[in-house]
């Protein structure tokens, strides 16, 4: 055991994996908030339609030769994040069919501008780190952990003080207008917050993954409690434990850091699920 803390303390010593520590953290974190009002308003799959769409914004990156390509990726994202919400609210197009189309095409044109524009000499290699996760997280420089954790602070305050109105537009919606409450304005202040987590989490998990970043803390918290507001704060808790074990058994056994968190949180998930199964019994 006193082998493994050194090998620990040494892995920390490094600059590289106190940045991925960091940043994933903070990523977990902030991804976690709004897991559960997507959750409950049953529209958790627009992360896989924005992490799809941000893959082909990143293939497009790198035929521009854009150096620092999240400030392309971004706004892309923020934008197809509004149009998947005002399709939500078209009568022929729903709001499942808008998020399909458009992960499908945009994953679709990603790899195949990969392809025929100047293709990178390991071209699979890099395609697995942008879909899976690899070791993105650490490779991250001083200016990106900045990044993430400033954009993390940003969408913890959003989501601190707006919490009564998305706690309000959560449940019921049409009350909320009734109520005074600028509910489409809300909706797409709430838009571009997910697609900035959905830009975050893409070092961290990959953009395949990172639904499972918002869906399983906030699932398996609602598996244990029952109030919006315990629910949570257990979905932080639970999605930050996961990444930081996620990151730290990564780095010790050498397995790809957004699958090991994944993993965890699947696990994490199966216990939450037979203390939901014991307390009903």
């Not at 803390?5 to 976690?32: D, H, K, P």
């Not at 399909?100 to 293709?119: D, E, K, R």
Request: glycine residues 6%.
């Amino acid at each position: 055991m006193s082998d493994w803390f050194q090998n620990l303390a040494m892995y920390f010593s490094f600059s590289f994996v106190q940045y991925a520590f960091i940043a994933g953290i903070m990523i977990a974190l902030s991804s976690s908030l709004l897991g559960v009002t997507l959750v409950l308003k049953r529209f958790s799959y627009i992360g896989d339609g924005l992490s799809h769409t941000a893959f082909g914004a990143i293939a497009l990156a790198s035929v521009f030769k854009i150096a620092n390509d999240t400030w392309f990726v971004l706004p892309v994202t923020i934008i197809c994040a509004i149009v998947i919400l005002c399709a939500k609210e078209n009568s022929k197009i729903k709001g499942d069919a808008s998020v399909a189309m458009i992960s499908v095409g945009a994953l679709a044109l990603g790899y195949l501008i990969l392809n025929i524009f100047s293709p990178p000499a390991n071209l699979s290699g890099d395609v697995c780190s942008t879909l899976f996760g690899s070791t993105l997280i650490l490779t991250l420089t001083k200016t990106d952990v900045i990044f993430s954790v400033v954009f993390s602070l940003l969408v913890i305050l959003f989501y601190v003080v707006f919490y009564n109105r998305i706690f309000a537009i959560t449940f019921d919606e049409e009350f909320a207008f009734a109520s005074g409450t600028k509910t489409k304005l809300l909706n797409v202040v709430m838009a571009t917050v997910i697609a900035v987590i959905i830009v975050l989490a893409m070092n961290l998990v990959g953009s395949l993954l990172i639904s499972a970043l918002i869906i399983f803390p906030a699932i398996s918290s609602m598996l244990v409690f029952k109030s919006f507001k315990k629910v949570t704060i257990f979905s932080c808790v639970f999605s930050v434990i996961g990444a930081a074990l996620g990151i730290l058994i990564s780095i010790i056994a050498g397995t790809p850091v957004g699958s090991t968190i994944v993993m965890i949180d699947i696990l994490c998930f199966a216990i939450c699920k037979l203390i939901s199964f014991i307390k009903n019994r």
